[in-house]
């Protein structure tokens, strides 16, 4: 177990600095300069160099990626071209809304999608079916962006509901943050409804025919509480499988809601991070985003591995 | 590839999805591809004087801020969406399923190698490497299909590598390789027809996320870039508009909605008929 | 229980935690003394000595800092924290006068040395002020006493009190010049108090000001870059005003009651700008059939939702020495066809034409793409953002056109240096600027600023299309905005609601 551990861990430490690599150099090439972008048209040159030489931009290229990766060992992410302020910092403040908001999105999805798929496939074949399944091919074929638009239309615009976006502090006031948040969830949250809706119904036809189901209607059991009572247990699996899968792309997904919603999330720090060069910026955004996903993967590896010492010994061989 | 012709010509009956699903699409890519040749007005040519016109007998769906004819932009803008998407595919597909296959057949190292690749892919979110892309090259319709495309590589090969996997152990493979054939041989006259299937349906699939992937970029402008269109960049011009006239952005979200629906059911369709083994469609859309 | 009485109870728990949120957010509020503004651009930093971004002057010019002068409504300079001032017969030593009791929003106290020390930073060799080149005319700056300070010119400068009233001459005190980045100590009207990154910050009236205070007691910044949004906002009430936005989003609000739309003129003049040294914009006659091939009257629609004045040449038509010059080149596409033809290209030709990211460019770029197709030029329309702008077009001039706002007042003279992009090289007029710098007679200096007009609208050195309007939308019951907008900045001092 210890050696299946630490080759996983090698792998997810070869990853992690490859990406690093790749996101440093990559945006290194992006055309424009940050020093010139901060001080605009009118700046001489050499107030551009001076800057250009505050900011470190002036040093070779490892020598700013080997400081960068050194700097992210012990936590320290760098300092913002354009805030002059610690990434890391700004980082945890955009966290406080991409991950509530990825959250909410996850556990609408759920309160949506299952009890559809739940009821689709326990009327199975009838119109209801029928008509909840045609509902779910409406729901991932729906540009989350259009369907957020049209939410604000209906519920802010129209109907002065809800707020058409923006955020309110969690600080300031915890119930006005969940509200600013509710549009933003639902425009994500019903793709990923539709596809655990048909993820769920699927999962359960087949139950619906195994052993075991058999086995508690043998026991006395209505065809709905065998369902209910070991079916959905079992048919939760597969589910979240594709819920453990999706939580790492939602977190990225946000990015064109967190711009419907003008939310400050991650995905809009980066978005602008982009556009105004600040390159520490976006580095530090990107690398959080690819650690989290291939932590995610490191630690899923390691549960199964634990789980499954087939696994195991299948690595190894 | 002819049995699985034939299959298609079998099920062809049985399978109302498939038939309503593939009909539709077909539709659309005919209603797209007219506009090569021939569309009601010219696009390019702008006529800020009859902008935001009413539906009517010149303009059958109206018109613009543009003063462009929405039946004109709705063609080409399908066109683009699709061109965008087809091409992203088969980036996904020409790279992925020889690199799934060589990973399934050769194994060890190589096989890790990809794998690795792979995670190291899936490890980027898509949207924020395709917003680097864009941003290093320049906007553009080609861009938006590279950067869709590599994110379709590892998808591809995912399938590629466990379909060539589950045939593995089957009698034939064993045989062709007795008759003396190269591992690549095996794969590539054996294995490749029988999975020839599942990347079809895989296919079908990827397209659909590609029109969604191109409408994603192109909102946040990125994708295709005046003076062409797609249905993305037509939604983007038109959340300026949409509150004087709501069926600016109606229309190509609708079409939008309307061609993704068909390729899905054509894909579940031709899942159910080709390999009814692959019933969880869940695990297909773990690239989503 | 069966799965249809969870689906059920899930379904009513869902709408009553709806029905809550929604009920909280309609609870309006009787009496306002607090504003709401839309702001497109978030500032990155809130120093406006240090950065170039229109964001910082749009929160804290005049608002959180001041300067020694100040700039008004009109464009005219007025007394600041300094309440008077004497400038010597030859024009060189400014003696400023400065207000008393005045203090900074930590409580410490202005004078003199503060000044001092706000223009020696300005002019230090290591000076990041992005308009460092403007003060470079400064020979040196002392306190004589607290209340004041004597500033000496190397050369005379009839543009030092304008130059003086800018956010880049902000007075900063030196205890807390160091944490201005985040947290501005200024002492103007409104005091810094809390700025969430990535959505809002919040000023409040500072009761300690030594002017007259501000009506508003507490304004808040709300950061929305994208222009559907920004409307949204602003119907659903989120906001109550936007200084300036996307002309394109006007129509909604002219029919509604609950707002108002400010129209007003800006400094920015929306140019066609062409690469005068890369054939063929170096041929006189390809210029003057772009001119001919250009409707403004189409483009200011399309872009701009017909919000523009039409311009000819490189001015503000506000400006007192402003002469109408849209008639030198008037739209006549067989005419540009010809002159064409006469520069050796009857086919016409191929040209890019780089677009930056804001609407009026974008849908610019459409029309005027449009446009020179009728009479053979094919432009390819390439996006680039802000960086890329700056660095290909702007400090390397690798383009062929370009569409953009010079929003500086009183800049013509970009065109005598041959090296600004346009890399326009015309003795004649830099003999016109040259003379025009050194002239201070008011009547000389009318007929030579029209004289550089004239010869910028007859030699088509670039599209002139139309001065970009200010498009401010409000709450109908807000009073005290400006309406143009002379100098950067969105001044909150005077807005008050009304009932």
């Known amino acids: 177990m210890i050696w299946f551990a630490v080759r996983k861990f090698f792998g997810f430490a070869v990853t992690f600095v490859v990406a690093a690599l790749v996101i440093f150099a990559a945006l290194d090439?992006?055309?424009?300069?940050?020093?010139?972008?901060?001080?605009?048209?009118?700046?001489?040159?050499?107030?551009?160099?001076?800057?250009?030489?505050?900011?470190?931009?002036?040093?070779?290229?490892?020598?700013?990626?080997?400081?960068?990766?050194?700097?992210?060992?012990?936590?320290?992410?760098?300092?913002?071209?354009?805030?002059?302020?610690?990434?890391?910092?700004?980082?945890?403040?955009?966290?406080?809304?991409?991950?509530?908001?990825?959250?909410?999105?996850?556990?609408?999805?759920?309160?949506?999608?299952?009890?559809?798929?739940?009821?689709?496939?326990?009327?199975?074949?009838?119109?209801?079916?029928?008509?909840?399944?045609?509902?779910?091919?409406?729901?991932?074929?729906?540009?989350?962006?259009?369907?957020?638009?049209?939410?604000?239309?209906?519920?802010?615009?129209?109907?002065?509901?809800?707020?058409?976006?923006?955020?309110?502090?969690?600080?300031?006031?915890?119930?006005?943050?969940?509200?600013?948040?509710?549009?933003?969830?639902?425009?994500?949250?019903?793709?990923?409804?539709?596809?655990?809706?048909?993820?769920?119904?699927?999962?359960?036809?087949?139950?619906?025919?195994?052993?075991?189901?058999?086995?508690?209607?043998?026991?006395?059991?209505?065809?709905?509480?065998?369902?209910?009572?070991?079916?959905?247990?079992?048919?939760?699996?597969?589910?979240?499988?594709?819920?453990?899968?999706?939580?790492?792309?939602?977190?990225?997904?946000?990015?064109?809601?967190?711009?419907?919603?003008?939310?400050?999330?991650?995905?809009?720090?980066?978005?602008?991070?982009?556009?105004?060069?600040?390159?520490?910026?976006?580095?530090?955004?990107?690398?959080?985003?690819?650690?989290?996903v291939t932590g995610t993967m490191f630690l899923t590896d390691l549960l199964y591995g634990w789980a499954d010492p087939r696994l195991r010994a299948r690595d190894a061989a | 590839m002819s049995s699985l012709l034939e299959m298609l010509r079998r099920g062809w009956r049985g399978h109302w999805s498939l038939r309503i699903g593939t009909i539709a699409a077909l539709v659309f890519l005919l209603i797209g591809f007219v506009s090569f040749v021939w569309t009601p007005y010219p696009i390019e040519r702008l006529d800020v004087g009859s902008a935001m016109q009413g539906p009517s007998l010149a303009h059958w769906l109206g018109t613009d801020h543009l003063g462009r004819d929405l039946v004109s932009m709705v063609m080409k803008g399908t066109r683009t969406s699709f061109v965008v998407a087809a091409i992203a595919v088969a980036i996904g597909a020409l790279i992925g399923v020889p690199l799934g296959l060589g990973a399934a057949a050769w194994g060890g190292p190589l096989e890790w190698l990809i794998l690795r690749l792979s995670d190291f892919l899936f490890a980027f979110p898509a949207l924020i490497i395709a917003i680097i892309i864009t941003t290093l090259f320049g906007p553009g319709a080609i861009n938006a299909m590279i950067a869709v495309g590599i994110f379709n590589i590892p998808v591809f090969a995912r399938v590629a590598r466990g379909g060539a996997l589950s045939l593995k152990s089957l009698d034939y493979l064993a045989a062709g390789r007795l008759a003396g054939l190269s591992n690549w041989e095996v794969a590539r006259k054996h294995v490749l027809p029988n999975i020839m299937s599942l990347i079809i349906v895989q296919a079908t699939i990827q397209l659909a996320l590609g029109i969604l992937a191109e409408a994603s970029l192109s909102y946040v402008g990125l994708g295709t870039q005046a003076p062409a269109t797609s249905l993305g960049l037509m939604l983007k011009d038109a959340q300026t508009y949409v509150l004087l006239k709501p069926s600016l952005a109606l229309i190509p979200g609708l079409t939008i909605v309307l061609i993704v629906i068909a390729l899905n059911i054509a894909g579940d369709g031709l899942r159910d008929l080709l390999d009814p083994r692959l019933k969880r469609i869940g695990a297909l859309r773990a690239a989503d | 229980m069966s799965a249809r009485n969870i689906i059920i109870a899930l379904a009513v728990v869902v709408l009553a935690i709806a029905g809550v949120l929604g009920y909280m957010t309609m609870n309006g509020t009787p009496q306002?003394?607090?504003?709401?503004?839309?702001?497109?651009?978030?500032?990155?930093?809130?120093?406006?000595?240090?950065?170039?971004?229109?964001?910082?002057?749009?929160?804290?010019?005049?608002?959180?800092?001041?300067?020694?002068?100040?700039?008004?409504?009109?464009?005219?300079?007025?007394?600041?924290?300094?309440?008077?001032?004497?400038?010597?017969?030859?024009?060189?030593?400014?003696?400023?006068?400065?207000?008393?009791?005045?203090?900074?929003?930590?409580?410490?106290?202005?004078?003199?040395?503060?000044?001092?020390?706000?223009?020696?930073?300005?002019?230090?060799?290591?000076?990041?002020?992005?308009?460092?080149?403007?003060?470079?005319?400064?020979?040196?700056?002392?306190?004589?006493?607290?209340?004041?300070?004597?500033?000496?010119?190397?050369?005379?400068?009839?543009?030092?009190?304008?130059?003086?009233?800018?956010?880049?001459?902000?007075?900063?005190?030196?205890?807390?010049?160091?944490?201005?980045?985040?947290?501005?100590?200024?002492?103007?009207?409104?005091?810094?108090?809390?700025?969430?990154?990535?959505?809002?910050?919040?000023?409040?009236?500072?009761?300690?000001?030594?002017?007259?205070?501000?009506?508003?007691?507490?304004?808040?910044?709300?950061?929305?870059?994208?222009?559907?949004?920004?409307?949204?906002?602003?119907?659903?009430?989120?906001i109550d005003g936007i200084n300036n936005t996307d002309a394109t989003s006007l129509p909604v609000f002219a029919k509604d009651a609950r707002f108002k739309v400010l129209v007003?003129?800006?400094?920015?003049?929306?140019?066609?700008?062409?690469?005068?040294?890369?054939?063929?914009?170096?041929?006189?006659?390809?210029?003057?059939?772009?001119?001919?091939?250009?409707?403004?009257?189409?483009?200011?629609?399309?872009?701009?939702?017909?919000?523009?004045?039409?311009?000819?040449?490189?001015?503000?038509?506000?400006?007192?020495?402003?002469?109408?010059?849209?008639?030198?080149?008037?739209?006549?596409?067989?005419?540009?066809?010809?002159?064409?033809?006469?520069?050796?290209?009857?086919?016409?030709?191929?040209?890019?034409?780089?677009?930056?990211?804001?609407?009026?460019?974008?849908?610019?770029?459409?029309?005027?793409?449009?446009?020179?197709?009728?009479?053979?030029?094919?432009?390819?329309?390439?996006?680039?953002?802000?960086?890329?702008?700056?660095?290909?077009?702007?400090?390397?001039?690798?383009?062929?056109?370009?569409?953009?706002?010079?929003?500086?007042p009183f800049d013509i003279g970009i065109y005598a240096d041959p090296n600004y992009y346009f890399h326009y090289n015309d003795p004649d007029f830099q003999a016109i600027i040259s003379k025009l710098n050194a002239t201070t007679d008011e009547a000389a200096r009318k007929e030579l600023a029209i004289a550089a007009q004239k010869r910028l609208a007859e030699q088509a050195v670039n599209g002139f299309l139309f001065e970009l309007p200010k498009t401010g939308v409000w709450n109908a019951k807000l009073e005290g905005m400006w309406q143009n907008e002379p100098i950067e900045g969105v001044v909150l001092t005077g807005v008050h609601w009304v009932k």
Do not use: C
Request: charged share 15%; aromatic share 10%.
């Open chain 1, 29 to 292: 090439l992006l055309p424009g300069d940050p020093a010139r972008f901060i001080l605009g048209i009118n700046a001489t040159p050499e107030t551009v160099a001076a800057l250009q030489h505050q900011l470190g931009l002036d040093l070779p290229f490892w020598q700013r990626f080997l400081r960068w990766l050194g700097g992210m060992l012990v936590g320290d992410f760098g300092t913002s071209y354009a805030q002059n302020q610690p990434v890391g910092a700004l980082i945890a403040g955009r966290l406080a809304v991409t991950l509530p908001l990825t959250f909410l999105a996850m556990v609408l999805s759920m309160l949506i999608g299952l009890p559809i798929g739940i009821l689709a496939a326990r009327r199975r074949g009838s119109l209801a079916d029928t008509g909840l399944m045609v509902l779910a091919q409406f729901g991932v074929a729906v540009p989350n962006f259009w369907f957020g638009m049209l939410l604000v239309l209906l519920f802010s615009v129209t109907l002065h509901w809800l707020p058409p976006g923006g955020f309110i502090p969690w600080g300031d006031n915890p119930a006005g943050a969940l509200n600013s948040l509710v549009l933003p969830s639902i425009a994500l949250a019903l793709p990923q409804a539709a596809i655990l809706a048909r993820v769920m119904r699927t999962a359960l036809v087949d139950v619906q025919g195994s052993d075991f189901i058999r086995a508690a209607r043998a026991r006395g059991l209505t065809m709905s509480e065998a369902v209910w009572q070991h079916g959905v247990r079992n048919a939760l699996l597969p589910v979240l499988t594709i819920l453990g899968l999706q939580f790492a792309f939602l977190v990225a997904g946000t990015v064109i809601v967190e711009n419907v919603f003008y939310l400050p999330g991650l995905g809009r720090l980066i978005f602008d991070a982009i556009s105004a060069r600040d390159l520490v910026l976006v580095r530090g955004a990107i690398i959080i985003l690819v650690l989290a």
């Open chain 3, 32 to 238: 306002r003394a607090d504003l709401r503004i839309g702001l497109v651009l978030e500032p990155p930093i809130l120093d406006p000595t240090a950065g170039a971004a229109t964001a910082i002057d749009d929160v804290v010019y005049q608002n959180v800092f001041e300067g020694l002068t100040r700039i008004d409504e009109h464009g005219a300079v007025q007394p600041a924290l300094a309440t008077s001032w004497e400038i010597s017969p030859d024009n060189l030593i400014y003696t400023f006068h400065l207000a008393k009791n005045v203090t900074f929003h930590d409580g410490t106290t202005f004078d003199a040395d503060d000044v001092v020390y706000s223009y020696n930073r300005i002019l230090a060799a290591d000076s990041v002020n992005a308009q460092k080149a403007l003060y470079a005319v400064i020979a040196s700056v002392t306190a004589v006493d607290p209340q004041t300070v004597k500033i000496v010119l190397s050369a005379p400068s009839g543009r030092f009190l304008f130059d003086a009233g800018r956010g880049d001459a902000s007075i900063v005190a030196p205890e807390s010049e160091p944490t201005n980045d985040a947290k501005p100590i200024g002492t103007g009207p409104f005091k810094f108090i809390d700025w969430q990154k990535g959505a809002n910050l919040t000023l409040a009236r500072y009761d300690g000001y030594w002017g007259t205070k501000a009506a508003l007691g507490k304004v808040t910044y709300v950061f929305i870059a994208d222009g559907v949004a920004r409307t949204n906002a602003l119907l659903a009430g989120d």
């Open chain 3, 264 to 408: 007003g003129s800006t400094e920015g003049e929306v140019i066609l700008a062409q690469n005068n040294a890369r054939p063929p914009f170096d041929k006189l006659q390809v210029r003057q059939a772009i001119a001919h091939a250009l409707n403004r009257e189409e483009i200011i629609k399309g872009a701009s939702s017909g919000y523009g004045v039409p311009i000819g040449s490189h001015f503000a038509p506000h400006n007192p020495y402003y002469i109408d010059l849209t008639g030198t080149y008037p739209y006549d596409p067989a005419k540009a066809k010809a002159l064409l033809a006469e520069a050796g290209l009857p086919d016409g030709f191929s040209a890019t034409i780089k677009v930056p990211p804001v609407p009026y460019a974008q849908l610019g770029a459409q029309i005027i793409a449009s446009e020179l197709a009728e009479v053979g030029i094919k432009l390819t329309q390439v996006a680039v953002d802000w960086p890329q702008w700056l660095g290909d077009v702007f400090t390397k001039g690798d383009y062929d056109l370009t569409i953009i706002s010079h929003s500086e």
